[in-house]
T-cell receptor
Framework: NAGVMQNPRHLVRRRGQEARLRCSPM?????VYWYRQLPEEGLKFMVY????????ESGMPKERFSAEFPKEGPSILRIQQVVRGDSAAYFC??????????????FGPGTRLTVT | DQQVKQNSPSLSVQEGRISILNCDYT??????FLWYKKYPAEGPTFLIS???IKDKNEDGRFTVFLNKSAKHLSLHIVPSQPGDSAVYFC????????????WGLGTSLAVNP
């Protein structure tokens, strides 16, 4: 399966714990995006990364949230000291480096985070 | 401020008929539009896109129309099939805005046999 991989698919954390969500982009893709979908809402952009570089983090909450995309390995979205309001589906998407005038992003299956 | 609006939360269509899903946007800087389909517990799947230099793009049963003056686009599915039942999201991109997609809230399409 050469698609975008996310793990875990489901994650349960108690309030105050840390959540780590992983995303492996499609082969050949070097751009990664994280989105969050709260219940009854659409997808909201969080952050856009390239290898070792955060390009746009305008959608990230100012505190407790961080993201990285290291030279080797998957992209990680980290949420520290989780609260109930962090419960949501978190989707990762990737796109290729070369811009051929199209902007399609390809999505993983998502990680459903539940904070108890 | 919802820059991409899908005003119909749901739509029900008979199998074989046309499904028309609508999307309006407010930001005149958007220059690329995409439609995604999403099944429960899965990630969105890319369907079709259109650049602002075009007014129509067709791919099999799916056609997207863009009316820039009205800031409106629509997705036509002909003929509709039960497997098309899903939530459809409209998304827009401003090429100068680091490629992040701005999403509508989605329209849930039910195609009845």
């Amino acid at each position: 399966n050469a698609g975008v991989m996310q793990n875990p698919r489901h994650l349960v954390r108690r309030r105050g714990q840390e959540a780590r969500l992983r995303c492996s982009p499609m082969k050949g893709h070097s751009h990664v995006y994280w989105y969050r979908q709260l219940p009854e809402e659409g997808l909201k952009f969080m952050v856009y990364l390239q290898k070792e570089n955060i390009i746009d983090e305008s959608g990230m909450p100012k505190e407790r949230f961080s993201a990285e995309f290291p030279k080797e390995g998957p992209s990680i979205l980290r949420i520290q000291q989780v609260v109930r309001g962090d419960s949501a589906a978190y989707f990762c998407a990737s796109s290729p480096r070369i811009n051929l005038g199209s902007y399609e992003q390809y999505f993983g299956p998502g990680t459903r985070l539940t904070v108890t | 401020d919802q820059q991409v609006k899908q005003n119909s939360p749901s739509l029900s269509v008979q199998e074989g008929r046309i499904s028309i899903l609508n999307c309006d946007y407010t930001n005149s800087m958007f220059d690329y539009f995409l439609w995604y389909k999403k099944y429960p517990a899965e990630g969105p799947t890319f369907l079709i896109s259109i650049s602002s230099i075009k007014d129509k793009n067709e791919d099999g049963r799916f056609t997207v129309f863009l009316n820039k003056s009205a800031k409106h686009l629509s997705l036509h599915i002909v003929p509709s099939q039960p497997g098309d039942s899903a939530v459809y999201f409209c998304a827009a991109n401003n090429a100068g805005n680091n490629r992040k997609l701005i999403w509508g809230l989605g329209t849930s399409l039910a195609v009845n046999p």
